[in-house]
């Protein structure tokens, strides 16, 4: 009877301690579950700002390119003949090139995100991966930020004019070429805010990791 009774205690031990293990693992399954979760959902943040930035910089390219435009404005009763394009300007040629560079910069991250998403591999495979797309994101938006301001500046110029000019406003005769000019400016600040979310991103994992 003794012996039964030590027999009985023990297995009333061993399976308090069974239902505890028990517990942890499906706490632990849960909680890798809710970790995978928000691992994806990051991943696919990931992948929206990647294509946002890489839609953003083309349309900021294709606005530019297209800028072009003729027209005829009467000074003093004179006629004079206004063509305005984009190349004119040098800085924006080199919102047309900074933009080139970020829309390339920003296919090639999307392609090596999906590729990655497809083998079910990981879209951050290591630190140096990381601190490489960082660098690359705040390069491309400090430039993105220095071509949309240079932009401005010209475009600003075109709308207010020169003082002591008999065409102070160059914007009415060409709205065209001002509007599509003023569309790829936003669009290339946008860009840039989308390059600088994804660097804050890249700090988050780094923190995390």
């Given at each position: 009877?003794?012996s039964?009774g030590?027999?009985?205690?023990f297995?009333e031990?061993?399976?308090g301690?069974g239902?505890v ?6 706490g632990t399954?849960r909680?890798?579950g ?6 994806r959902r990051?991943?696919?943040t ?6 946002l ?18 027209t005829?404005v009467y000074?003093?009763g004179?006629?004079?003949p206004v ?13 047309v090139g900074?933009?080139?560079?970020v ?7 999307l392609l090596?995100s999906v590729s990655?998403l497809?083998?079910k591999?990981?879209l951050?495979?290591s630190?140096n991966?990381?601190w490489l ?6 390069v491309f938006?400090?430039a993105?930020?220095s071509?949309?301001?240079?932009a401005?500046?010209?475009s600003?110029?075109?709308r207010?004019?020169?003082?002591h000019?008999a065409?102070?406003?160059?914007c009415?005769?060409?709205?065209i ?5 003023a569309i790829?400016i936003?669009?290339t600040?946008?860009s840039?805010?989308?390059l600088a979310?994804s660097a804050?991103?890249?700090?988050i994992?780094?923190?995390k990791n």
């Open positions: 009877m003794v039964s030590k027999m009985t205690s297995d031990e061993a399976a301690v239902k293990v028990e517990e942890e693992i499906n399954v909680g890798g809710a970790a995978s979760v928000l691992s990051a991943e696919v990931h992948l929206c700002l990647r294509a930035c890489m839609a953003a910089s083309v349309t900021a390219l294709s606005f530019m390119v297209t800028a072009r435009e003729a005829t000074v003093y004179f006629p004079l063509n305005s394009k984009w190349s004119f300007a040098n800085a924006f040629e080199y919102l900074v933009s080139a560079a829309a390339a910069h920003s296919l090639m991250q090596i990655r497809l083998r591999s990981p951050i495979p630190r991966h990381v797309t960082f660098a690359g994101d705040q938006a400090y993105m930020i071509a949309g301001s240079a401005s500046g010209v600003n110029l075109n207010t004019g020169i003082r000019t065409l102070p406003d160059f009415k005769p060409l709205h070429f001002c509007d599509h000019v790829s936003a669009f600040f946008f840039c805010l989308l979310i804050v991103q890249n700090v994992w780094l923190s």
